[in-house]
């Protein structure tokens, strides 16, 4: 589903930790770990052409911790693909790959299909056979960003994966990718990542410069946070009223300020978290913000604009009903890990309180002071109230004190195509534009009107067709 993650990392992975001898002990023969591999190959379940193996990879790539993962991997059987290996990264953190793979290439990238052998996994702690399963948090919040989860829900969460809960960050899986590569016996491949998926394709790039291509960045997460406040989810907050006053402005145009409206309700009712939840979650059955039939929803249910509006003007039912339609819970663990979800952000992220190695006892205080301090303007047409009410915060406030993953280097001198839509309120334009200075060969393509995961909901076809020029050019 969607995701939006802070930056993390900036030291290249330790793939072992180094031992010494005394000097009167005999000097011990190194023994050689034998190479990565794809084991046990099979038909893929219900996608035809496609052969599913499993990697097994050490859970802690800096050698600190024993113990091994097995993650699913699905691969295209065309190995003599004129373009090589492309492997495309899935969003959450959560969301598994493999059950994607046939979808993408006989749907939605038809041309790549012909030009790349496609590859898809299922990142640490997703999918049927390695989802993290964490009940109270699945019942709670699914594959929500944006809702705050019960304390306990987390509390249990975090019990359920114990020690283990500091290995499921972005770190660690930067690391499963290069094994992977070696296992597909490539020196160098494509990469495309969407949504949080961009955020750990650029984190490959930058930890492995000489193994990538090519990078799609799809519904951009910026790779790094030097301004420390993805976690605030500031850039979303101050996205939605542009978002919405453009909506409102396409013919034929609404008459009214949408923006203005949405920030009286921040201000006069209890729920604005949820609100904004509800219009993260809306954009992927209606870019337009405006249809009253939405896919997915019932007839006439629609229209988030005018549900906004007609509630400030004292007429609540329309947002109330979209606000149920729309909540969260209830996802399957193997179709998108709450836990996985909680245990990456968690790992990776830069807080108002630091990083997850900041003691629990002195987060509240230091969130508090954040929260004091912050300008209307940073949050507007939200307030503080809901930037630090959101669920990355709430989730992580009592999130278990664990090891934080390492900050990325640069991003390396190779081409990179960034793709976002400017309807976009999961990943907002406005990261893409951060984002794209990073990359020294960055080029950004801006699809007018579409919202999340451009290459898999777009209802045109601009912005697949900039990612075949790019990868097949």
Not at 2 to 12: D, T
Not at 54 to 76: I, K, M, N, S
Not at 297 to 310: M, T
Not at 408 to 414: K, V
Request: aromatic share 6%; charged share 20%.
């Amino acid at each position: 589903m969607r995701s939006r993650l802070s930056a993390v990392f900036a030291l290249p992975l330790a793939l072992a930790a180094s031992g010494g001898a005394t000097a009167a002990a005999a000097p011990t023969p190194s023994i050689a770990k034998p190479p990565p591999r794809l084991a046990g190959a099979h038909p893929c379940a219900g996608q035809p052409g496609f052969t599913c193996s499993t990697l097994t990879v050490p859970l802690d790539h800096r050698g600190r911790a024993g113990g091994e993962l097995d993650l699913q991997v699905a691969t295209a059987g065309n190995t003599d693909a004129p373009k090589g290996v492309l492997l495309f990264l899935t969003g959450g953190p959560g969301q598994p790959g493999v059950p994607y793979i046939s979808s993408l290439t006989g749907g939605r990238l038809p041309e790549l299909a012909k030009t790349h052998r496609f590859v898809m996994i299922d990142q640490r702690g997703t999918g049927e056979f390695g989802g993290i399963d964490c009940p109270r948090l699945q019942a709670a919040v699914g594959g929500s960003d944006i809702e705050p989860a019960p304390p306990e829900a987390v509390s249990e969460c975090a019990g359920i994966l114990g020690g283990e809960r500091q290995y499921y960050t972005t770190e660690q899986t930067v690391g499963d990718l290069d094994l992977l590569r070696q296992a597909l016996g490539t020196r160098k491949m494509a990469v495309d990542g969407v949504s949080y998926g961009s955020f750990v394709a650029a984190r490959y790039a930058a930890a492995h410069p000489r193994n990538v291509s090519r990078v799609v960045l799809d519904s951009v997460l910026p790779y790094t946070d030097p301004q420390g406040d993805d976690m605030l989810y500031l850039t979303g907050l101050r996205a939605t009223g542009r978002v919405l006053r453009a909506a409102c402005a396409t013919a034929p145009a609404c008459g009214y300020d949408p923006a203005r409206d949405l920030a009286w309700l921040a201000r006069h009712r209890k729920d604005a978290v949820l609100i904004w939840d509800m219009l993260v979650s809306y954009e992927f059955r209606d870019p337009t913000y405006r249809s009253p039939d939405p896919g997915g929803l019932p007839a006439g249910s629609g229209d988030a604009v005018r549900a906004i509006h007609e509630a400030r003007r004292g007429e609540p039912a329309r947002l109330d009903r979209l606000l149920e339609l729309m909540n969260s819970g209830d996802d399957d663990h193997a179709s998108y890990s709450s836990g996985s979800h909680v245990a990456t952000i968690c790992g990776d992220g830069a807080f108002p309180w630091g990083t997850s190695e900041t003691p629990v006892a002195k987060r509240a205080e230091l969130l508090e002071r954040t929260r004091a301090r912050l300008p209307a303007g940073a949050t507007w047409p939200f307030t503080a109230d809901t930037a630090v009410g959101n669920g990355f915060v709430q989730s992580c406030l009592n999130w278990p004190a664990a090891r934080h993953g390492a900050e990325p280097g640069r991003l390396p001198d190779i081409p990179f195509l960034l793709v976002n839509g400017d309807h976009d309120l999961s990943t907002p334009l406005e990261w893409a534009r951060e984002a794209v200075r990073y990359a020294p060969r960055g080029e950004l393509v801006v699809v007018k009107g579409a919202a999340h995961s451009v290459q898999n909901q777009e209802r045109g076809t601009q912005g697949r067709q900039a990612v075949y020029r790019f990868l097949n050019g």
